[in-house]
């Protein structure tokens, strides 16, 4: 009997191009939207018109602005953070419990709320800040990639992604199987140079950030295309680490 290679599981993930993203935060608000009456909610906010508003939030954007370099023009630089569904997510290793943990059949990291203790050692393992500690429900959380609606065989199938892809208004934002290197996004990650976050790292996040083309310069000329050194990306995990 010939021995079968097993099967290839699913890594779905969001593939979010820099270039096009405006920093608007559509995203962040259309996944509190979706979330907070989903299988993680609620997203309780406190203070919510106080001096020093709090709140979770599965999607944070933030704004930097890239100093000029002789192969780059000033920019700014609008970054998109939430979980990027490592391979190897150190939530997981961390977790006394077992609240955190990745589904085998799509690789989506999830956390149970009802084994979740609130003791935040996932939140201090994970490198990229994808944890949300709610004061109020006294748990963790954080991206479902929308689980409870890509899978929703209620909606129109146009509509069964992320709540973040949908509302992106540059379509900045791109779901689907990284696993399978013939999906949508896997070639759209190939032809664009998508990378990782951090991948020295050692988790393999699944997430990638397709980087920002060349800009014109003053002169209208077109810059110099950034190497990996100098490019706005490398920049943007330099001030990530510190």
């Not at 979980?83 to 190897?88: G, K």
Request: aromatic share 6%.
């Amino acid at each position: 009997m010939t021995d079968l290679p097993p099967p290839t599981m699913k890594k779905l993930g969001l593939v979010i191009d820099l270039d096009t993203c405006v920093g608007c935060h559509a995203c962040a608000t259309s996944c509190k939207e979706w979330n907070a009456g989903g299988i993680a909610g609620p997203l309780t906010d406190e203070r919510p018109y106080g001096k020093d508003p709090e709140g979770v939030w599965f999607n944070r954007v933030h704004s930097y602005e890239v100093e000029r370099t002789p192969e780059q023009p000033a920019m700014t630089l609008h970054f998109p953070r939430s979980c990027l569904h490592c391979e190897t997510p150190a939530c997981v290793t961390v977790c006394p419990t077992g609240a955190s943990y990745k589904r085998a059949e799509d690789g989506i990291v999830l956390v149970d709320e009802d084994k979740c203790i609130g003791c935040k050692l996932c939140s201090w393992a994970c490198p990229y800040g994808a944890r949300e500690y709610s004061e109020v429900e006294g748990v963790m959380k954080k991206c479902t990639l929308c689980v409870d609606r890509i899978y929703n065989t209620h909606l129109d199938e146009s509509e069964r992604v992320p709540a973040c892809v949908q509302a992106c208004p540059t379509r900045a934002r791109h779901f689907g199987d990284l696993g399978d290197p013939e999906s949508d996004v896997s070639k759209l990650v190939a032809a664009r140079g998508g990378v990782a976050l951090m991948p020295e790292l050692g988790y393999a996040p699944v997430n990638r950030y397709l980087p920002p083309r060349p800009r014109r310069d003053g002169d209208g000329a077109e810059a110099e295309a950034p190497t990996r050194a100098t490019s706005p990306l490398h920049w943007l995990t330099r001030v990530l680490r510190r």
